[in-house]
């Protein structure tokens, strides 16, 4: 079974650009969760989909950051415009419906640098 | 809110010692408690769960137990190996009403390094 694809893995920009990241989740699985990690920190909840709804998108900056997830499928996330202390690793996960709280498949993770 | 606090880091062990990472929450309601693991270049995956006060969840060698008396999840394991060797995230999940459900809030991590 494959795991969750996430694409660029890497990815540094200046601030004020536009960056886009892309996630594949595992087939099947309704659910797909965006996690902000900054170093030294765990993962922090950017925002959760279940099929092409938004679950919770109460941490998400909105004023920079938005994503989709249209065909209930993969899913962007997009940070316009980046600040410095966007700098972090943006994890995708997925889980499949019906699972108990907290099994999540992740992905490998995108690491942001904003200079 | 849900939180999750972890034991400062980093960890360095010899390879056979026993390993302790303390883990303490405060969380509304009754949360499904985890381990993660992120090995050096790949994604977090879980290593262990419990769902009710009293599990023992175990996997690979490593254990831990649910107490909600001191609202602690500590992971422990008998003799680890250079293997071991990676960040280690404790997490727990609510599910409040229907809404986030799933939703992972995790600690700091601990970096867990041992050594030949």
């Known amino acids: 079974e494959a795991g969750v694809a996430q694409s660029p893995r890497y990815k540094i920009i200046e601030k004020r650009q536009s960056v886009a990241f892309w996630c594949n989740p595992i087939?099947?699985?309704?659910?797909l969760y965006w996690y902000q990690q900054i170093l030294g920190q765990g993962p922090k909840l950017l925002i959760q989909?279940?099929?092409?709804?938004?679950?919770?998108d109460s941490q998400l900056p909105k004023d920079r950051f938005s994503a989709e997830r249209l065909k209930g499928v993969d899913s962007t996330l997009k940070i316009q415009p980046a600040k410095l202390e966007d700098s972090a690793v943006y994890l995708c996960a997925s889980s499949p419906t019906g699972t108990s709280g907290g099994l999540q498949f992740f992905g490998p993770g995108t690491r942001l640098t904003v200079l | 809110g849900d939180s999750v606090t972890q034991m400062e880091g980093p960890v360095t062990l010899s390879e056979e010692a026993f390993l302790t990472i303390n883990c303490t929450y405060t969380?509304?309601?009754?949360?499904?408690l985890f381990w993660y693991v992120q090995y050096p270049g790949e994604g977090l995956q879980l290593l262990l769960k419990?769902?009710?006060?009293?599990d023992k969840g175990s996997n690979k060698g490593f254990e831990a137990t649910y107490r909600k008396e001191t609202t602690s999840f500590h992971l422990e394991k008998g003799s680890v190996q250079v293997s071991d060797s990676a960040v280690y995230f404790c997490?727990?999940?609510?599910?409040?009403?229907?809404?986030?459900?799933?939703?992972?809030?995790f600690g700091q991590g601990t970096i867990l390094t041992v050594h030949p």
């Open positions: 419990a769902t009710k006060a009293d």
């Open positions: 989909f279940q099929n092409n709804g938004v679950v919770d």
């Open positions: 997490a727990l999940s609510t599910n409040a009403g229907g809404t986030s459900y799933g939703k992972l809030t």
């Open positions: 087939s099947g699985h309704a659910t």
């Open positions: 969380a509304t309601g009754y949360p499904s």
